[in-house]
């Protein structure tokens, strides 16, 4: 016997603008890449405040003070005010402010961002591991190995580490980038041991505060990566939009774990005007099929097969329908791994069709 459930992916009623008050947007890989915006969000995002909706920027880089931030998203003809950004370096910060006294000295992984997050709260930033109370990690592209060495022998010596993020990657303009997780990577196995408290996405201190700062009742969070966006969303209860711009494509999205997973999916930020489908599933045996509009999905002991290939008014109608039927085969203990995989994911990226 059959059942037919619908799991994960979203419908709307009306567009995501319309069901939002307030979108938590990440940064790198949503609204820019490096020096550059990506195509089509600025305008996205201005529309976006004549809807009346409020922005928030939130982000795991912790190398550039806020003010910084929104200088550089105004220039991109981005609405931003200072005070809409928040980032890892603050809630890096608040949470040392919390534990140490005013004044108190921390040896400084990092760069700028942190460095005024850290004066922000009334503490102190040194290069001196000998004087320090506490370590703080964040990413910078300059650290340099004196600087890892430095952070090894404090955290050996046993001072509390906070890192502000574990992002293993930082998209750039060439592609992904070695990001913090990864210099936070090389300290631990050097140390021994990891960070005492990590401070940003996906853990959902980063969202809770800007929920709170931006007045939020309905938050959208929008994100590029699965394991910090996304799953961050999930750990703060909150609708997720994945778009398509940034590190995650269709074979990260098929095998997305269920804490990661997104509510909604678009190709960029234009995807905010649309309305979204949802996507029925129905599970039989050992066969799951996913429906979505007009794109039909099967997955099977042979693999991911395309019954019906409509790609829908976005052109993501047969993702939307591979993500749920490929994630609904998988909680059931039948995942699509290895060249079945690799056959579905291109059988998907074929069907894809992007919006003029």
């Known amino acids: 016997m059959s059942n037919t459930i619908e799991i994960s992916l979203r419908p ?8 939002h008050d307030v979108l938590l947007l990440d940064l790198d890989g949503v609204v820019y890449v490096g020096p550059d915006a990506v195509p089509h969000a600025a305008e996205a995002l201005r529309g976006a405040v004549r809807a009346g909706r409020r922005l928030g920027f939130i982000t795991n880089n912790a190398s550039r003070p806020p003010e910084t931030v ?4 105004r220039e991109l003809d981005v609405p931003a005010a200072d005070e809409d950004v928040v980032n890892s370096a603050q809630a890096a910060a608040d949470h040392l402010a919390g534990r140490l006294p005013a004044g108190s000295p921390v040896l400084l992984v990092g760069t700028t961002g942190l460095r005024v997050a850290l004066e922000d709260v009334g503490l ?3 290069h001196e591991r000998h004087e320090a109370v506490a370590v703080v990690q964040g990413f910078s592209p300059d650290l340099g190995w004196r600087d890892l060495a430095e952070a090894t022998h404090a955290v050996r010596a046993g001072l509390p580490w906070i890192a502000t993020n574990l992002d293993a990657t ?13 210099l936070v990577d090389l300290v631990a196995r050097a140390a021994g041991r990891g960070p005492d408290v990590v401070c940003g996405k996906p853990e959902r201190a980063l969202f809770d505060a800007a929920v709170q700062r931006l007045g939020a009742q309905r938050a959208l969070v929008v994100g590029d990566r699965l394991d910090t966006d996304l799953q961050g969303a999930r750990t703060a209860g909150l609708a997720g939009l994945l778009v398509l711009t940034g590190v995650t494509g269709v074979r990260e999205l098929l095998a997305a774990a269920p804490h990661e997973r997104p509510t909604h999916v678009g190709h960029d930020l234009r995807s ?6 949802g996507v029925a599933v129905v599970r039989e045996q050992d066969t799951v099929s996913a429906s979505c509009r007009g794109a039909e999905v099967t997955v099977d002991p042979h693999g991911l097969r395309v019954p019906g290939g409509e790609a829908g008014p976005d052109g993501l109608d047969v993702l939307r329908a591979a993500a749920v039927a490929v994630w609904a085969a998988a909680d059931d203990g039948h995942a699509l791994t290895g060249d079945d995989l690799t056959a579905g994911v291109r059988t998907v990226t074929d069907s894809l069709r992007r919006p003029g």
């Open 70 to 73: 929104a200088a550089h998203l």
């Open 272 to 277: 905010l005007a649309d309305v979204h489908p």
């Open 124 to 126: 102190r930033p040194t």
């Open 170 to 182: 930082v998209p750039t303009p060439g592609g992904p980038a070695p990001g913090n997780g990864l």
């Open 12 to 19: 709307t009623d009306g567009t995501l603008l319309d069901q």
